[in-house]
């Protein structure tokens, strides 16, 4: 024979008081003191009611009310969980929640409480009001991070090299080279610095190594432009029955073997890759001249392509 507490009941292996009397009691002196204005005592008496009765959904959810108007948001909080463990949960309970986690910027949390009270009611007006409130404070929210994120960033890119502890040769090589910004270094290939007179293997790891304290590279700006350059020809060419044509091998051009090698030091394979580069990105690689540009631009007009445009 059982000798357990005829007041306690056993949910799996969690042994749960369950007073109902007793919490009832006190939920009716916390109902006296709430209508007389007495909310800290009220709150204090239904947390003995939620302390005789650990199963009532109803209880907590009261006093995790009252602790939301007191301004006590953490116990509340704590309160309206343990409201919503047992179904069913009570609905306001789980609105309630919502609002405290949307709050916080928890939207996951608010979220599935929102789908849970949708689930049993999918057309109630309240959730689904708040349902669009969390999706716009989430997209408002990352639209907000992910500017503050291109803010920092375009600040760093504007800090000037002479910020930052080079040796003099380096120095001197960039200021010749009118690179005066993180920005304007990072638009610079590896190639494009060792040609450069004076400019050794030294100077290239030094910068490298004070680029990658800032997560920057070498060539990333211009591996950025012509991702974002790529993505628009494809954009343009999209349903004209012409994106074979930038997939083209650029060895169908019959190009000189100067003007090739150039090509391939910028890892430009196909005629996509070429027309999403400029005239001076060209120019910039060793021995590219003129006369190579020019040979560059009269076969890709035979497609009716060119190389890409700064814009001003």
């Given at each position: 024979m059982s000798t357990s507490n005829p007041l306690d009941m056993?949910?799996?292996?969690?042994?749960?008081?369950?007073?109902?009397?007793?919490?009832?009691?006190?939920?009716?002196?916390?109902?006296k003191l709430e209508a007389g204005g007495d909310r800290i005592g009220a709150i204090a008496e239904l947390r003995k009611a939620v302390a005789a009765d650990q199963t009532s959904g109803d209880v907590m959810f009261r006093l995790a009310y009252l602790l939301d108007?007191?301004?006590?948001?953490?116990?509340?909080?704590?309160?309206?969980?343990?409201?919503i463990e047992r179904p069913p949960a009570p609905m306001n309970a789980l609105l309630n929640l919502a609002v405290a986690y949307e709050d916080r910027g928890d939207w996951a949390k608010a979220e599935r409480c929102?789908?849970?009270?949708?689930?049993?009611?999918?057309?109630?007006?309240?959730?689904?009001?708040?349902m669009k409130d969390?999706?716009?404070?989430?997209?408002?929210?990352?639209?907000?991070?992910?500017?503050?994120?291109?803010?920092?960033?375009s600040a760093l890119l504007d800090t000037p090299v002479t910020d930052f502890e080079?040796?003099?040769?380096?120095?001197?090589?960039?200021?010749?080279?009118?690179?005066r910004t993180l920005g304007d270094l990072v638009r610079t290939t590896e190639a494009e610095l060792l040609s450069y007179k004076n400019f050794g293997e030294q100077s290239l790891v030094e910068i490298k190594n004070m680029l990658a304290t800032k997560g920057l590279r070498l060539g990333q700006g211009r591996d950025e432009a012509y991702r974002a350059a790529r993505k628009q020809l494809i954009d343009q060419f999209r349903g004209t029955g012409q994106e074979a044509l930038l997939n083209k091998s650029v060895g169908e051009l019959n190009l000189s073997v100067?003007?090739?090698?150039?090509?391939?030091?910028?890892?430009?394979?196909?005629?996509g890759?070429?027309?999403?580069?400029?005239?001076?990105?060209?120019?910039?690689?060793?021995?590219?001249?003129?006369?190579?540009?020019?040979?560059v631009k009269a076969k890709l007009s035979e497609y009716g392509l060119s190389l890409r445009r700064i814009e001003s």
């Open positions: 056993v949910i799996g292996a969690e042994e749960v008081k369950r007073d109902v009397a007793a919490a009832a009691k006190h939920v009716s002196a916390a109902e108007l007191a301004g006590d948001e953490d116990d509340a909080i704590e309160m309206y969980e343990r409201a929102l789908r849970q009270v949708l689930d049993t009611d999918p057309n109630h007006p309240r959730a689904r009001l708040y969390v999706a716009a404070s989430r997209t408002m929210v990352m639209e907000d991070d992910h500017e503050r994120d291109k803010f920092k960033r080079l040796s003099v040769r380096a120095r001197t090589c960039l200021k010749k080279m009118s690179i100067r003007a090739r090698k150039a090509l391939q030091l910028l890892n430009i394979h196909t005629l890759d070429l027309v999403a580069h400029t005239e001076a990105e060209l120019l910039g690689v060793k021995n590219f001249g003129a006369t190579s540009l020019n040979e």
